[in-house]
């Protein structure tokens, strides 16, 4: 098991840049999958992205090229780099982690196992 934390939510204007990082309690390089999710209100939550320690990542359709996410295993952190933010990027975001080693490019939550608390972004028009 892993304890995660996320951090670096908050409200910007549509079109600015944020990065959330997300502390892990053991070592990054160990864990087979680290991920992104979101949850809007009144919506599912969804994958945003995903990256697997032998260096694949995926990403969602609509964050493509806006959005970059990395490891840093010196540091045992997982981050996303959001640019050209959006109103539909506003939600609560969570990392997460896979105990499975084939969780690459997997962004449904059922794959993943252990799971931060969350950190809101709010993007405004």
């Known amino acids: 098991q892993v304890q995660l934390v996320e951090s670096g939510g908050g409200s910007v204007q549509a079109g600015e840049s944020l990065r959330l990082s997300c502390a892990a309690s053991?070592?990054?390089?160990?864990?087979?999958?680290m991920a992104w999710f979101r949850q809007a209100p009144g919506k599912e939550r969804e994958g945003v992205a995903n990256?697997?320690?032998?260096?694949?990542?995926a990403y969602t359709d609509s964050v493509k090229g806006r959005f970059t996410i990395s490891k840093d295993n010196a540091k045992n952190t997982l981050d996303l780099q959001m640019n050209s933010l959006k109103p539909e990027d506003t939600g609560m975001y969570f990392c997460?982690?896979?105990?499975?080693?084939?969780?690459?490019?997997?962004?449904?939550?059922?794959?993943?196992?252990?799971w931060g608390q969350g950190t809101q972004v709010t993007v405004s028009s």
């Open positions: 997460a982690a896979s105990r499975s080693p084939w969780c690459a490019g997997a962004l449904s939550d059922t794959e993943f196992d252990d």
């Open positions: 053991r070592a990054t390089y160990a864990i087979f999958c």
């Open positions: 990256s697997h320690n032998d260096g694949r990542v």
